[in-house]
């Protein structure tokens, strides 16, 4: 999945509403475990991840 860029980054949040629904719904449906992923070069992704604790 991928943002537009105008959408992209912290100042609109768009990214980190989606993951959080992500989550959520994952917990409300019993879901133990999950695997996003991204490639090296889209460091964006990787610090959104990081920062909602979701990289193992």
């Known amino acids: 999945m991928f943002l537009a860029r105008e ?3 912290s100042r609109h949040g768009v990214g ?3 993951l959080e629904a992500l989550l ?6 019993g879901v ?3 695997y996003l992923g ?4 889209l460091l964006a992704a990787h610090r959104l991840c990081e920062k909602h604790a979701v990289l193992a």
Not at 24 to 29: N, Y
Not at 38 to 41: A, D, E, K, N, S
């Open 7 to 9: 959408w992209r980054g």
């Open 16 to 18: 980190a509403q989606l």
């Open 24 to 29: 959520a719904w994952s917990r409300d449906h």
């Open 32 to 34: 133990t475990g999950l």
């Open 38 to 41: 991204t490639i090296v070069r």
